[in-house]
């Protein structure tokens, strides 16, 4: 009977070790994360600076993490394809990092209820689903401001890639911090309708400055722009990527995204469990939107005002979308005294006095 006894307690002691083994190395299992990219990782601007972002996670989180990428994803039935394959293949929190990934994000997530899924720039959430983009606008609105001190033809130039709001926001938002100094420019806008093509970008960049543009902002990806502005003897900023590298003379700053410092939170709110389906803005204030050194050719007056106006957003005295706030054709949109909503401004879909033309429906 002794005997018996000594092996069944043996044998608990051996099943509890293991248990205990078993668990020890499910809880040393990484976090496995998986990022969806519109672009190639080379791209020199939007996805380029994400995959930084995901550099800095695996480098902040180490053995805690395991990240992945798919990159060249269209926005198209392939996204739903590969997000679903993501999640099949066993990662747990998932960021989809364009505006035409948020349907496929939130069909997926509906079939994978314990994944935890990111989508950046769109405004649709879930139980499982959380969105993330930046106060994108108020770097705008800065370049905006050394666009109208420095432009000698009060032409400026925006290459657009489709018509949605987070590009008209940047378009009116540009204009903006250059009518605040400047209250004779215009903006001329040139749809690419795409992201990523640097042909298509360089051709309008190049069709802006024919049409006398001596400062070229844009929301597209590729460097293309601030290279025809290199060669071209104009002014350019770099987008969503610094992009000095290809325009040492034409850059005067570059609009950034530190995206690192969001990813790196989310990832530990998942490891600690406080992870949340939320909406998260976070503009200068916050570091995730950057602003590149100015350019030496910056005046010491100009840097100053840029400064200034900078501190005035960080502070909250200078909020870009207030009243008294004109559209293009004179209609009043925001009264004297008044901020635009959140809603409204995430959601927006005409152009600020200012910029010439019409939206493309």
């Known amino acids: 009977m002794r005997g018996a006894l000594r092996d069944l307690t043996t044998a608990l002691a051996a099943s509890a070790l293991l248990a205990a083994i078993s668990s020890a190395a499910i809880a040393a299992d990484p976090l496995k994360i998986a990022f969806v990219y519109l672009g190639p990782v080379g791209d020199g601007g939007w996805t380029y600076q994400h995959d930084l972002g995901r550099q800095a996670l695996q480098k902040e989180l180490g053995d805690k993490v395991k990240t992945t990428y798919v990159e060249n994803v ?15 293949d066993g990662n747990q929190l998932i960021f989809t990092t364009s505006f035409g990934y948020m349907e496929p994000t939130l069909k997926v997530a509906k079939q994978f209820p314990n994944v935890k899924f990111e989508h950046a720039t769109g ?27 420095m ?16 590009v008209v926001r940047n378009i ?12 004779k420019i215009k903006t001329k806008v040139i749809w690419v309708d795409t992201w990523y093509d640097p042909g298509k970008e360089r051709q309008a960049a ?11 902002a844009q929301n597209t990806d590729s460097p293309a722009v601030v290279q025809v502005a290199e060669e071209k003897g104009v002014h350019a900023f770099g987008w969503d990527s610094d992009m000095a590298k290809y325009g040492r003379t034409a850059e005067l700053t570059a609009n950034t995204e530190n995206w690192g410092i969001y990813y790196i939170r989310e990832a530990k709110r998942v490891l600690d469990g406080s992870w949340k389906a939320e909406e998260t803005h976070w503009g200068i204030k916050e570091g995730m939107v950057v602003l590149t050194p100015l350019n030496a050719s910056v005046p010491a007056d100009v840097a ?18 207030s009243g008294p706030l004109k559209d293009n054709t004179g209609a009043i949109k925001i009264a004297a005294g008044k901020e635009m909503p959140l809603k409204e401004l995430m959601a927006i879909n005409w152009y600020v006095e200012g910029v010439d033309g019409s939206i493309p429906k």
């Open 304 to 321: 100053k005002l840029f400064n200034e106006k900078k501190q005035a957003i960080v502070d909250g005295k200078l909020v870009p979308f």
């Open 74 to 88: 269209p926005e198209t039935a392939d996204a739903e394809r590969v997000i679903r394959q993501l999640a099949a």
């Open 172 to 183: 009116d938002a540009y204009t903006l911090g250059a009518l605040s100094v400047n209250p």
């Open 206 to 216: 190049e069709t802006l400055v024919a049409q006398g543009a001596d400062m070229l």
């Open 151 to 166: 432009t000698k033809t009060n032409t400026l130039g925006f290459v657009g890639s489709f018509p949605i709001p987070e």
């Open 123 to 149: 405004y649709k959430t879930a139980p499982n689903v959380a969105t993330y983009q930046t106060r994108f606008y108020e770097g705008a609105y800065l370049l905006g401001v050394l666009a109208g001190k």
